[in-house]
């Protein structure tokens, strides 16, 4: 009376099957690193490393080819980083304010918005980051280049305002959770003794959410350094070996997606190099990721 | 108090009365969680159409014990169950047991009223559903419904969602549910800890209605409901290790609820009953 | 002097003190932290300002550069690389429609028995299982032209050799964006209680039998609003697509094996030509794009706030 009627072979079937959808993202990530990995090894076969890590010149289209990686980084670390002094201040202000400052029926109106702007598609990013900022906001305070050249149709600043934009609701909204996973009583104890806000914000609540604030920037960097359209249309194509905001760069992203267009024959040269940047692209956001995986980890043991 | 001559030991029944058929029989069993002992070496058995409590103080394992009876102890990893325990003479655990098709016989009340985001209807429909009845749902839902005393209250908004009822209503509620798919035995944990006093009389009361077609297995820390309700009581209480590290819950008497409440045979069981401990 | 005198002299000198010593302690501040207060809030109220402001300046100048262009032939019209005034979206809007349906096609099942899966049968404490779910955090946070190269080597050429067509565009926006789901749809899951769970197991039914039907219908609002984000970051991006064979200048209607275009992947190539009316054009795309990403998402919120389930 207590055996089942009919085995249930259903059951177990089922298991198997949910349990290949979840094996579908191990098997995505190491596709992605296979994909990668094949014609970097190629590439590393006929450029020395030294050349490719260390050389601050890109330009594998010349006679004679260079393959220095270090100038499409810097494009990339450039572009990141100016977008980086905006987003900071701009991303944690906004959130000291929702989290410390924000009367309720503000934060329910601000904190909608912000998601907006989290999910403007980049395209349109780049679009305004090429058509306003750069003629409209940069151009006006920094004219030309430092050479006394004519005004430029690129340049880094443009796109890093743009990624800028960009990383502020990443910053914004995680630093936000961060702040609000510090325990109340953390707060009222120091207004207690008489504290100001701003000293609760800045002494008690700001380092005791630390470690989520930091997780937040670097997941802003990170997304900062994946960015493709906004670069495409305000940066620039060309790869220049510098950190000059004013400047016309080309990032890592930038030239993946240029060269890397329908037409490019398997094999060549051109090829493996577009799958060698790939992979430090990806071997550099892998990185920041883990980091902040851990990070946020971190900050959500601690209170919970 | 006078103390008799023999004492009753767990599992042997003094009183001559009819032969009563045995639900379960517990030998020796006990329960790890990861390694841990949560209850040892429980011995009794469950006789038919009887309602049966199991009393004591908390963390005696009174829940981990019920939960041993229809094998949802399973659902915890790191749950292991040693002894033997028979199911109308059928080793519960044994390997070719489908823990499903057991729960179909043995159900289960629990604490807190569990209604599903659902209507009424569906949510009594819902064991039969599983089980593959498509047709005659109407005529369950109603019987079963009516055998937990909450027809009349609802018969006219089966299609609303359950949430919409009381606390009392939805526990009878749960009770229907658990009808609906004709088991043999029900199982209640603490069933009116989380209601009113009028909701809990109507439980109870329902209860010894019950107790007629089901054989009932409650756990209750309600003394008084115990001696109302029902016919046999097991009394269960904490026990230390030498270091007083680790804590299990024991069997200490188990006779029928009369004795247990008027002349318990030993004297933690009298403590108890009695009000001097908690 | 009477000693009533002096006692009520002393009473009275010994209250004023004591008043003095409180309104110093309670009362105003001193002005420099008055001001150092009141600038560091009008600083971070500034910051949200810069945040909103930017916001709303993309969207003004996207309305007005895109005024001259507005009309309803741009969702009819061919593309066109000279002549601005007759060239519309018609074969990118529906590459996007047809991108996106082959996007919930596979990222719903598979997406949907991922968090099933983890949520319900994956044993927690095995650390296969906790490399599974760092993975998918990880390829949430993967540069999206990552995607495209993938797609470009496995899905396009390699393994599944599909060609640069819609489907390949599809496949690799799938992957772009499973992760979303994965993570919403385990969410969701994780939000029934574990009661409902038991009360369904105690009556008899089967794992499988409890979560199809009690903990599923249970979780679809809380799915549906993430396949609806998933869907809405497909929509958005061109990245990827430029990878994989995103062509702009077809002039006739894609299907799933034929060349295919997209409508971000459009309005990038309208927006690098030097010509104004392109850019007009451009800017008349990224509105078409946000009015339709608008109605997306208001109707998640929607569906969210109508059928949440509180328990």
């Known amino acids: ?304 | 108090m006078e103390r008799p001559a023999v004492t009753v030991r767990p599992g042997e029944f003094r009183n001559g009365s009819a032969e009563r058929g045995k639900v379960f029989e517990l030998r020796d069993v006990g329960v790890d969680y990861g390694g841990v002992p949560a209850v040892k070496e429980i011995s009794m058995d469950v006789h038919r159409n009887q309602v049966t409590a199991l009393i004591g103080p908390s963390g005696c394992g009174k829940s981990t014990l019920l939960r041993c009876l229809n094998r949802m102890n399973d659902l915890i990893p790191g749950a292991v169950v040693h002894g033997s325990l028979r199911y109308h003479g059928e080793d519960l655990y044994g390997p070719s047991v489908d823990p499903v098709q057991a729960r179909k016989l043995i159900g289960m009340v629990f604490q807190k009223p569990n209604p599903f985001p659902k209507s009424i209807f569906d949510n009594v429909a819902f064991g039969p559903r599983v089980q593959g009845r498509k047709k005659g749902l109407e005529g369950i839902v109603e019987a079963a419904l009516r055998r937990a005393a909450l027809w009349d209250e609802v018969k006219d908004r089966l299609g609303d969602n359950a949430f919409g009822l009381s606390g009392g209503q939805q526990q009878r509620l749960c009770i229907a549910r658990c009808i609906a798919v004709e088991p043999d035995t029900i199982l209640m944990d603490e069933p009116c800890s989380a209601l009113d006093p009028i909701s809990t009389n109507k439980i109870e009361d329902l209860m010894v209605e019950l107790k007629e077609e089901f054989s009932i297995v409650i756990v209750t820390h309600n003394l008084q409901q115990a001696a109302r309700v029902s016919d046999r009581t097991a009394f269960l209480m904490v026990e230390l290790d030498a270091d007083e590290d680790n804590r299990w819950g024991r069997l200490v008497e188990y006779d029928e609820t009369e004795k247990i409440f008027t002349n318990p045979a030993d004297r933690r069981t009298e403590d108890y009953v009695s009000g001097k401990v908690g | 002097m009477e000693a009533g005198g002096v006692a009520s002299e002393r009473a009275r000198l010994a209250s004023a003190g004591a008043r003095a010593t409180v309104a110093a302690a309670l009362g105003r501040q001193p002005r420099r932290d008055v001001a150092l207060n009141a600038g560091f809030a009008a600083l971070l109220l500034l910051a949200v300002l810069i945040a909103l402001a930017g916001l709303a300046a993309l969207l003004v100048q996207a309305f007005v550069k895109a005024a001259p262009s507005l009309s309803p032939d741009l969702l009819t019209s061919m593309p066109s690389r000279i002549n601005p005034e007759e060239a519309g979206f018609r074969p990118a809007i529906l590459g996007s429609l047809q991108l996106i349906a082959g996007v919930m096609l596979f990222v719903v099942p598979v997406g949907v028995g991922a968090a099933v899966y983890l949520e319900e049968y994956a044993d927690k404490s095995k650390w296969w299982n906790r490399l599974v779910e760092v993975n998918i955090q990880n390829l949430a946070a993967v540069p999206s032209i990552i995607y495209g190269i993938l797609g470009l080597a496995f899905i396009a050429r390699g393994p599944l050799d599909l060609g640069f067509v819609a489907l390949t565009g599809s496949l690799t926006l799938a992957l772009l964006v499973l992760p979303i789901v994965i993570i919403a749809g385990r969410e969701a899951i994780r939000a029934v209680p574990a009661s409902i769970r038991q009360g369904s197991l105690a009556l008899g039914a089967t794992r499988w039998q409890t979560i199809r039907r009690q903990v599923l219908p249970a979780a679809v609002p809380g799915i549906a609003t993430g396949v609806i984000l998933a869907v809405s970051r497909a929509l958005g991006e061109a990245a990827p697509l430029l990878l994989v064979g995103a062509t702009v200048f077809i002039t006739f209607d894609p299907t799933p094996f034929s060349e295919f275009s997209a409508l971000p992947v459009q309005i990038f190539n309208y927006a690098v030509q030097p010509q104004e009316e392109f850019k007009a054009l451009a800017a008349a795309g990224i509105v078409v794009m946000l009015v339709v990403l608008l109605a997306m998402n208001s109707f998640a919120i929607w569906l969210r706030n109508r059928y949440e389930q509180r328990w």
């Open chain 1, 1 to 304: 009376m207590l055996e089942s009627p009919r085995p249930r072979h259903g059951e177990k079937a089922i298991q198997g099957l949910l349990a290949l959808c979840a094996l579908l993202s191990v098997l995505t990530t190491t596709a992605i690193v296979l994909s990668l990995l094949g014609p970097t090894i190629g590439f590393f076969q006929f450029v020395p490393a030294g050349e490719f890590f260390f050389g601050v010149d890109w330009t594998p289209q010349f006679e004679p080819p260079s393959y220095g990686v270090l100038a499409i980084v810097a494009g990339t670390v450039s572009v990141a980083l100016w977008g980086a002094l905006f987003a900071i201040p701009v991303g944690l202000g906004a959130a000291v304010y929702l989290s410390e400052y924000a009367p309720p029926r503000v934060r329910k109106t601000v904190k909608p918005v912000l998601e907006i702007l989290a999910g403007i598609p980049t395209v349109a990013i780049g679009f305004f980051a090429a058509s306003f900022i750069l003629p409209s906001v940069v151009q006006p305070l920094w004219p030309g280049d430092l050479h006394g050249g004519a005004e430029k149709p690129f340049m880094a600043l443009a796109a890093a305002l743009g990624v800028g934009l960009m990383m502020v609701p990443i910053i914004a909204s995680i630093s936000e959770d961060a702040m609000a996973a510090v325990p109340h009583g953390l707060r009222q104890g120091a207004y207690a003794m008489g504290a100001t806000r701003m000293k609760v914000a800045t002494r008690v609540v700001f380092p005791a959410a630390l470690s989520g604030i930091v997780a937040s920037v670097v997941l802003a960097i990170s997304r900062a350094a994946g960015e493709t359209m906004v670069v495409l249309l305000a940066a620039g194509n060309t790869p220049n070996f510098t950190l000059w905001p004013n400047e016309a760069v080309q990032t890592i992203t930038a030239y993946i997606a240029t060269t890397a267009t329908g037409d490019i024959a398997t094999g060549t040269p051109e090829y493996d190099t577009v799958f060698a940047a790939g992979f430090v692209l990806f071997a550099l956001t892998l990185a920041m990721n883990l980091m902040s995986i851990r990070l946020v980890r971190r900050y959500r043991e601690v209170y919970e």
